[in-house]
């Protein structure tokens, strides 16, 4: 059993920057991919950036590509998303998700979620 607990929300003007970090208990955090998703209330949950397990590969949603930059720590149990110039649009619900794989993953192949970190931004 994996638990994710996300932290690093809040409240920012547009053109700010926020910092997401979720911590993974368990050992078995160095073998998965991990990945942030986000969702606001009436849509469905979206991928934001995924990380294998090395850390070696990364990938992004076009709408945040240049602005957020997902990475971790596989010595802390740690992954990180750096939010930068963020803009209204990005005002959601954050989810930590761990795959059960070590590559890039679907969504249907995530073994575990957080309890997700609310992000909203201002005009």
């Known amino acids: 059993q994996v638990q994710l607990l996300e932290s690093g929300g809040g409240l920012v003007q547009a053109g700010g920057s926020l910092r997401l970090s979720c911590v993974a208990s368990?050992?078995?955090?160095?073998?998965?991919?991990m990945g942030w998703f986000r969702q606001v209330v009436g849509q469905e949950r979206e991928i934001v950036a995924r990380?294998?397990?090395?850390?070696?590969?990364?990938q992004y949603v076009d709408s945040v590509k240049g602005r957020f930059t997902i990475s971790r720590d596989n010595a802390k149990n740690t992954v990180y998303l750096q939010m930068n110039s963020l803009k209204p649009e990005d005002t959601a619900v954050y989810y930590c998700?761990?795959?059960?794989?070590?590559?890039?993953?679907?969504?249907?192949?995530?073994?575990?979620w957080g309890q997700g970190t609310q992000v909203t931004v201002s005009s």
């Open positions: 998700a761990a795959s059960r794989y070590s590559g890039l993953f679907r969504q249907s192949e995530i073994d575990y």
């Open positions: 990380i294998t397990s090395t850390g070696g590969g990364t």
């Open positions: 368990g050992h078995t955090f160095s073998s998965r991919a």
